[in-house]
């Protein structure tokens, strides 16, 4: 008689991610962080920093900028969601067929789309699609002259990028046609985001031929074995999860993810009353294992890979999710109790850490949270991070 699907508790689920995504700071260095979250998000330029930060206590924020542009074991690449992530440079070929591809083709189709439907000033002549491929090659020839340039300088060198884009909708504004396309170019893997143009918490940077990077060339595999294997790793970095969490995390559809996920190794698990999947093999012993580790505090910035894991959050979140996410569902700094999304933390303007527990938790959780906080403080060497997407608790602790 076969047994039914292993059933798991919210509980256990936030002992084995508080584990596998180094909440206890217990990782290595930026590269060990990053191979266990997969990517980190880099809407925010300062989050990458700051999710390496809590996962390596003995991590520098120097340590983090080497590994991303001195030696370039990391690198920000458009991707997942059409979001801004770091990846390690050496899983850029999977990530690159797996998502950005696809993704590059759909960003074009909808700027061709948009240039059709709306037109541009000055107006351009001839096909649209065929206009903007040859300024996106006239570009990146450009760039392969200059060596490095920001958007900017780009423009500068050809003119074409200057084209306003009209609006297509009433809410749009006009825009230069630069930021849309070199962010379809770097999606088609042709340009690169380089280092900043200022500190590590400025959002501006410079871009880079993609073959300074990888001399010789992006070889990217097949599209199908890609998906494949991104979808394993995510099961290995995130499971147990659902189907509908997967999805959402890569943006595919769902005949993506069920071709994904065809021929691997799964088992059905009930995740407190959710169907969900696992890879087969050791989860029962990485569940036991996780059970015995101590609750730790954790502050985690804005839009996070951990809590931004999953579509389904409810297992995790300990706090009313309106106080510490916007609108448009982005996620401001967060507090973390054994696992469990507890409350809200920000900068003032004098670099001091401020944070918010709603609900009681415990004086044990307090202390190890203030003790956090302390902890975090100096390791950002007098630098004010302020979100770019504010949400409302975290605002209310800034002003």
Not at 358 to 374: K, R
């Amino acid at each position: 008689m076969s047994r039914g699907p292993v059933r798991i508790t919210e509980q256990q689920r936030r002992r084995l991610i508080a584990r596998r995504h180094h909440l206890a700071g217990d990782a290595s260095g930026p590269e060990q962080v990053v191979r266990s979250l997969l990517a980190l998000h880099s809407t925010d330029p300062a989050s990458p920093y700051l999710s390496v930060l809590a996962r390596s206590r003995t991590t520098r924020l120097s340590d983090v900028w080497e590994a991303m542009y001195v030696e370039r074991m990391l690198v920000r690449w458009l991707a997942m969601r059409r979001t801004l992530f770091v990846f390690d440079r050496a899983d850029n070929p999977l990530v690159q067929a797996a998502v950005s591809t696809p993704l590059a083709a759909t960003l074009r189709t909808r700027l061709v789309s948009r240039v059709r439907r709306a037109g541009t000033e000055p107006p351009i002549d001839g096909d649209p699609a065929q206009w903007l491929d040859d300024v996106a090659d006239a570009a990146e020839t450009t760039l392969q002259q200059l060596g490095t340039a920001t958007g900017a300088e780009l423009s500068r060198a050809e003119p074409r990028l200057s084209t306003r884009l009209l609006p297509s909708a009433p809410s749009d504004q006009p825009q230069n046609l630069t930021s849309t396309l070199l962010a379809m170019m770097s999606a088609q893997g042709r340009l690169v985001r380089a280092v900043p143009g200022g500190s590590w918490t400025v959002r501006s940077h410079r871009w880079e031929p993609v073959d300074t990077w990888w001399p010789d060339g992006l070889a990217t595999p097949d599209v199908t074995a890609a998906q494949r294997d991104w979808a394993r790793r995510w099961l290995e970095a995130f499971g147990p999860a659902t189907l509908e969490d997967l999805q959402w995390w890569t943006g595919w559809t769902k005949t993506a993810v069920r071709n994904a996920i065809e021929s691997m190794p799964l088992e059905d698990v009930d995740l407190h009353g959710l169907p969900g999947v696992a890879l087969r093999g050791t989860l029962e012993a990485d569940l036991a294992a996780a059970q015995d580790d101590p609750p730790v505090a954790t502050l985690l910035p804005a839009l996070d890979p951990t809590p931004m894991g999953w579509k389904q959050r409810d297992w995790f979140m300990g706090v009313d999710r309106t106080l510490v996410f916007d609108r448009n569902g982005n996620l401001g700094p967060t507090i973390w109790w054994d696992g469990q999304l507890v409350g809200a933390w920000a900068m003032s303007s004098g670099g001091q850490i401020r944070t918010a527990i709603p609900g009681d938790h415990g004086s044990e959780a307090l202390t190890a949270i203030a003790t956090a906080a302390a902890d975090l403080e100096p390791r950002l060497e007098g630098a004010v991070v302020t979100p770019v997407f504010p949400t409302p608790l975290e605002r209310s602790l800034r002003n």
